[in-house]
């Protein structure tokens, strides 16, 4: 079973900030929190990654609670490319951790 | 990042035939993949983990002798679909975690495998 729940779509306005909320309640200590979309018919592509602090780069933020048992990925300024399956997930940061996926987040950015 | 690649990226073959899909880390060794099943419009299903030098780890429900997993290398996992039939038709993908020293832990994934039995 996936570790992590997410809202089945969200819409955003081009040019706006999507935010994208991810429950993780039973996370382990050793598990970080990965983001990845996915493009139709495409593998899967790495946004960001966190322990417990915030953390941002090129592409996005992460915002991470401080129970972390939830997390949000910040588009800052979504552009129509940004149309895809955001998918949230847990794992520990070694080679054997296994990865779960949920259903994701359908983020569709409008004109 | 670190790129995965997967050959070939679309395959059609006839029932009963045996298809081979193969997954390469280019530029880092991979001693763990990870690989996938996804159905249209589904999320990613975990099938198997597969371990350099040894057997591969498959999920429950899974069948070991239908998907034949080997790992022979440090940058080389193939996925056989033996026998394949229409239900076998699917998006397969892998993935290598980058970890250890200098890693931090991420997936990537190859550019996924469509197949296509009829």
């Known amino acids: 079973d996936a570790k992590t729940t997410q809202p089945t779509s969200m819409d955003c306005a081009e040019g706006r900030a999507a935010n994208l909320p991810c429950n993780h309640s039973t996370i382990s200590g050793n598990e970080y929190v990965y983001w990845y979309r996915q493009i139709h018919s495409q593998g899967p592509q790495y946004i960001i990654h966190g322990l417990k602090n915030n953390e941002t780069n090129e592409m996005a933020s992460l915002i991470i609670t401080e129970d972390r048992k939830s997390s949000t990925l910040i588009l800052p300024h979504a552009t129509l490319r940004d149309t895809a399956v955001y998918y949230c997930?847990?794992?520990?940061?070694?080679?054997?951790?296994?990865?779960?996926f949920g259903d994701g987040t359908t983020l569709t950015v409008k004109p | 990042g670190a790129v995965v690649s997967q050959h070939p990226s679309r395959v059609i073959c006839k029932s009963g035939t045996s298809v081979k899909i193969e997954c390469r880390s280019l530029?880092?060794?991979?001693?763990?993949m990870f690989w996938y099943r996804q159905f249209p419009k589904k999320s990613l299903m975990l099938m198997a983990t597969?371990?350099?030098?040894?057997?591969?780890?498959?999920e429950q429900g899974v069948e070991k002798d239908k998907f034949l997993i080997n790992h022979a290398s440090l940058t080389l996992s193939t996925l056989t679909v033996t026998s394949a039939h229409p239900e076998d038709s699917s998006f397969y993908i892998c993935?290598?975690?980058?970890?250890?020293?200098?890693?931090?832990?991420?997936?990537?994934f190859g550019e996924g495998s469509r197949l296509t039995v009829l």
């Open positions: 597969s371990n350099e030098g040894s057997k591969a780890t498959y």
């Open positions: 530029d880092f060794q991979a001693t763990t």
């Open positions: 997930i847990v794992r520990p940061n070694t080679n054997a951790g296994k990865s779960t």
């Open positions: 993935s290598a975690p980058v970890s250890g020293a200098g890693g931090t832990g991420e997936l990537f």
